[in-house]
């Protein structure tokens, strides 16, 4: 019955491609993990058109998810990206196994385990990686070591221990030249809770039910607004709701997205995809 979700990656070649890597050149430890992670998510972009857009079921199964996201070009959200990463991993030679996860964005209120993360094993270590999650998230693996602090890509998160099998992850802000997080002032810096995820192994059909609760429940986030987003070689550029921002190199940029044919076009230049176009434009702003 859900023997779609096991599958092997039909052409594994066409998804090195997509992401850039030479398979070959490429080895089962830690630099490598990172590499694959940050290839990702600049090549892929985090996106919920199906669910918010064109109310389209979403498959979970390998041969959808490759035939979607690697041949049709497409992103998707944590359920299908970390999904199809997975099987990457496993191609490329880690131990890897999924995991539940919850959002820890403060919106008033205790969010559901509604996230999928990855751990994988490299040697004697343990890391988390996600290649799913709106963002922030590291471009890298974080080790699972209580108090560990990785800066990559000018950000700095931390991660810490809560009471078993959770763990957190806390976004500290930009680094500075000397990996440290930089702060306006000698005060520690702010650290933000982003994710939290339990170190136990889950299996790919335990994520089926929540996915279909994320995707079709009008009271799911995926399912209320457009959200999509793709790090990039400077920063990160984003789409919420009908705002259009992007970041790099010390600049912002935001800007109101003022119809359907300006997302398009933004869709295509930034994020690489081209989608069928809704009936009509619908703005949030006031």
Avoid at 12 to 17: E, G, H, I, Q, S
Avoid at 61 to 68: C, P, Q, R, S, V
Avoid at 108 to 127: K, L, W
Avoid at 141 to 150: C, K, M, V, Y
Wanted: charged share 25%; with cysteine; proline share 6%.
């Amino acid at each position: 019955m859900f023997e779609e979700l096991y599958e092997p990656l039909p052409d594994p070649a066409r998804y090195w491609n997509r992401l850039g890597i030479d398979r070959c050149g490429l080895s089962p430890d830690r630099e490598g993990l990172d590499r694959i992670v940050y290839a990702h998510q600049c090549a892929i972009p985090f996106e919920n058109l199906d669910a918010c857009d064109y109310r389209t079921p979403i498959s979970l199964g390998i041969g959808d998810l490759f035939e979607k996201i690697v041949l049709g070009r497409r992103g998707g959200y944590c359920f299908e990206l970390n999904a199809l990463f997975t099987a990457l991993l496993a191609d490329a030679g880690f131990a890897v196994a999924p995991c539940f996860a919850r959002s820890l964005k403060d919106r008033g209120y205790i969010q559901p385990v509604a996230h999928r993360g990855t751990i994988v094993a490299v040697g004697e270590e343990r890391v988390f990686c996600d290649v799913g999650y709106g963002g922030p998230m590291p471009a890298c693996a974080l080790p699972l070591e209580d108090g560990a602090e990785i800066s990559s890509c000018g950000q700095t998160f931390r991660i810490e221990r809560m009471e078993s099998p959770w763990w957190r992850i806390l976004y500290c802000g930009r680094a500075s030249s000397d990996g440290a997080a930089a702060s306006g002032s000698s005060a520690e810096p702010k650290r933000e809770p982003v994710l939290a995820f339990m170190d136990a192994v889950q299996h790919e059909v335990d994520f089926v039910a929540l996915s279909l609760y994320c995707s079709t429940h009008p009271n799911s986030i995926f399912t209320q607004q457009r959200m999509i987003n793709r790090r990039t070689g400077e920063g990160s550029v984003s789409v919420t709701a009908d705002r259009f921002v992007r970041t790099g190199r010390g600049v912002k940029e935001q800007r109101i997205i003022g119809s359907e044919d300006e997302f398009h076009a933004l869709l295509e230049q930034h994020f690489g995809i081209v989608a069928p176009r809704k009936a009509r434009w619908i703005t949030t702003a006031q």
